[in-house]
């Protein structure tokens, strides 16, 4: 079912909506099943830009991109090869994650995004810059880049499901009938001093 990373990334792209429009979203979400859009970027962002690092830009700008470290995530059978990724605080960093199912695959990690300054996300199709990003939904065999400068050490969990029915509520995504979080499709992103 692609029908929500379409709709939400529509309804999330726009400014904050209003408690009115909330409760239509949530009273129009069961009857949606059959909702595509040809220009879909699937990645998922939040409503504002509370929680995030407040200079990205600077951040972005400071950073060598030349030097950036190239770390690739696969994930096939409901697994993220590898599981545990460390990274340096500071430097500039690519994530390549591919999905390498025949199912398509959602990746989130709202707090270690929110302690990233995003420079781009790359899909297929486009570049989408200025993101305050929580997840990505790949395609079966879609492969996206986040390219990020770490700006907060600590360990930070990321998740996975498979595209399952879900929700975001409060730029925190639930998809609690997935397979991936029935099976643990989990990893974590060490951020290293």
């Not at 990724?85 to 500071?90: A, D, F, H, K, S």
């Amino acid at each position: 079912m692609t029908w929500f990373p379409t709709f939400f990334q529509i309804i999330r792209r726009r400014s904050r909506p209003s408690l009115v429009a909330r409760v239509l979203l949530l009273a129009l979400v069961p009857g949606l099943g059959a909702c595509t859009s040809p220009h879909q970027t699937d990645i998922f962002t939040a409503l504002d830009a509370t929680g995030f690092v407040p200079n990205q830009a600077e951040v972005v700008a400071a950073a060598d991109w030349k030097e950036a470290f190239i770390i690739e995530i696969q994930i096939r059978q409901n697994e993220f090869q590898p599981a545990i990724i460390r990274i340096l605080q500071g430097e500039p960093h690519i994530l390549i994650v591919e999905n390498r199912d025949q199912v398509p695959h959602i990746l989130t990690s709202t707090e270690f995004f929110k302690t990233t300054a995003i420079r781009k996300v790359l899909t297929e199709t486009e570049e989408i810059s200025g993101a305050n990003l929580i997840g990505l939904h790949l395609k079966p065999g879609e492969i996206k880049e986040i390219h990020f400068v770490p700006v907060l050490d600590g360990w930070y969990d990321f998740e996975g499901s498979d595209g399952g029915p879900a929700v975001y509520l409060t730029d925190r995504y639930f998809a609690p009938w997935s397979r991936g979080a029935r099976l643990g499709m989990v990893g974590a992103f060490i951020v290293e001093p």
